[in-house]
């Protein structure tokens, strides 16, 4: 089975910080599957976690994207992080980027992670906008922010298929 999409949803996301480091295009091999090894390699997820939690949302390990889509190639960001209380402070090493309260459209691609779940991006757009959630939200830069959210345990756990679920969201506009 290819990945598919099998729920979509809207949420809503309170004024939050959210604290990782930041990657571009030059960071890429292939994708950034490295840089998530470098991750849990230093530990800096237990870092981040030390550092408190939002309650009351959907949450887990956060692949954070940011880009001008009429310029992509150059404005392209890639963070890996966490979201975090609003105000929480970046130890030392870490960025940070303040959201504002906000809808976001999710959407829970489900597949096996060597088949096509981090190729879904086309699909999930579309999607949000069959169902009404197409009017994306774009920072001070033009930039649209969206995410991969690895949420455990529909991330880590694979059902009886060997499929895993990735959540991919963006946020909405008022």
């Known amino acids: 089975m290819s ?15 959210f604290i990782g480091k930041r990657y571009t295009n030059a960071d890429r091999i292939g994708g950034f599957g490295h ?3 470098e991750w849990f390699e230093n530990g800096w997820f ?36 966490m979201f975090l209380p609003e105000n929480t402070e970046a130890p030392d090493g870490f960025a ?27 699909d999930c757009i579309s999607k949000f906008k069959e169902e009404g959630m197409g009017n994306f939200r774009s920072d001070y830069e033009n930039r649209a922010c969206f995410f991969e959210r690895y949420n455990c345990p529909r991330f880590t756990e694979q059902d009886a298929d060997g499929n895993i679920i990735l959540d991919y969201g963006i946020y909405l506009a008022d």
Do not use: Q
């Open 3 to 17: 990945a598919k999409i099998t729920k979509v949803t809207k949420e809503h996301l309170p004024s939050l910080r």
């Open 35 to 37: 840089k998530w090894g």
């Open 46 to 81: 237990t870092s981040l976690e030390k550092l408190g939690e939002l309650k009351n949302i959907e949450n887990g390990y956060i692949g954070f994207m940011r880009c001008d889509f009429s310029s992509i190639e150059n404005t392209f960001e890639y963070w890996i992080g």
């Open 96 to 122: 940070f980027i303040d959201l504002p309260e906000s809808d976001v459209a999710v959407c829970w691609i489900s597949g096996k992670e060597n088949d096509g779940i981090y190729d879904m991006h086309g």
